[in-house]
């Protein structure tokens, strides 16, 4: 969603159970579902850990699924995600989308604007997981770091671009918000 700036520090927020099982997360679930590389060239050096994915095929008729990680993850994700709506965001609307997103050392994500009409009528949201200090994050070339524990919410209609020359992986919560207001703009197919 456009708003005026690049990025909203929505505050802290309690991952820590969250980040204890991602830790523990093995290469081969990492490498489960490639969905989103194959479907965005930007994110071919991630991966993912797809909860919540919508197919947007048929815009403006959407059908929200659950994915692979599922039944593994939402019970950690979803308070995470239910608390920041509830202190940031009016009730009433639907999650599009959310992912685990990993970027590892010396991976990129290149510049690009998320072009999907759902991006403009959704609130992109950003849960840190873990980081490092040479990670980047760049904003309509501002760059910034996320920091593990706060929320974020990304202008991603700005274009924006990660790299992560530290030592180690960067893996983040990323949710689509769509909120009441916003919920006339789509059909949700059940």
């Given at each position: 969603m456009n708003f005026s700036g690049t990025l909203k520090n929505l505050g802290e927020i309690?991952?820590?159970?969250?980040?204890?099982v991602i830790e523990q997360c093995?290469?081969?679930?990492?490498?489960e579902n490639l969905l989103r590389q194959q479907q965005f060239e930007v994110h071919y050096q991630t991966q993912s850990l797809l909860l919540l994915f919508c197919?947007?095929?048929?815009?403006?008729?959407?059908?929200i699924n659950k994915e692979h990680a599922w039944?593994?993850?939402?019970?950690?994700?979803k308070p995470i995600m239910d608390e920041v709506l509830s202190k940031h965001y009016p009730a009433g609307g639907t999650i599009l989308r959310c992912v685990l997103a990993r970027l590892d050392q010396g991976g990129i994500i290149k510049p690009h604007v998320?072009?999907?009409p759902s991006f403009a009528i959704g609130h992109r949201i950003h849960v840190p997981i873990t980081t490092n200090d040479k990670v980047r994050f760049t904003i309509d070339g501002k760059p910034h770091h996320l920091n593990?524990?706060?929320v974020f919410e990304v202008n991603n209609?700005?274009?924006?671009?990660v790299m992560n020359k530290g030592?180690?992986?960067?893996?983040?919560l990323i949710f689509d918000y769509i909120p009441p207001e916003n919920m006339s703009s789509i059909n949700l197919i059940d």
């Open positions: 309690d991952i820590s159970q969250l980040k204890e093995s290469e081969q679930e990492w490498q197919d947007l095929d048929a815009w403006p008729n959407v059908r039944d593994k993850y939402a019970h950690l994700a998320d072009a999907h593990v524990g706060n209609l700005k274009k924006h671009s030592n180690s992986a960067r893996v983040t």
